[in-house]
């Protein structure tokens, strides 16, 4: 497991969200892009649901599938798919506009 975490905090000091990365630099890049104070690095972190990285949309891995249990290596790989046909959807749509305008 490595992901890093940046983790947000009220002005009370308690712990509100999450924000999770791929890597440190990802944490460091968002923080500075988003005006966030970067609290050094916090890595190794393990997290039950399957999340994307806030930066670069990575996927990252968690420990439990949507029946909160152990996730396996399958679940997993059809959960990244998913997620990569989301993520392409906008852009065909797009594509799909465009070739339709094209026809009129
Ligand atoms: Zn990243």
């Known amino acids: 497991m490595s992901t890093h975490i940046h983790i947000i905090e009220d002005e009370k000091g ?5 924000n999770y990365f791929c ?4 944490n460091q890049s968002f923080c500075g892009e988003h005006d966030l104070h970067y ?22 891995r968690g ?11 399958e679940e997993w790989n059809s959960w ?16 799909q506009n465009k070739i339709g305008l094209e026809y009129r």
Not at 39 to 60: I, M, R, S, T
Request: charged content about 35%; proline content about 3%.
């Open 39 to 60: 609290d050094g690095e916090y890595g190794q972190v393990e997290h039950d649901a399957n999340v994307l990285c806030e930066n670069c949309e990575e996927p990252l």
């Open 23 to 26: 890597s440190d630099l990802c």
């Open 63 to 73: 420990l439990t599938n949507e029946h909160g249990t152990d996730q396996t290596e």
């Open 14 to 18: 308690d712990v509100v969200d999450y």
């Open 80 to 95: 990244k798919e998913e997620v990569k046909n989301l993520k392409l959807k906008p852009y065909l749509d797009v594509l």
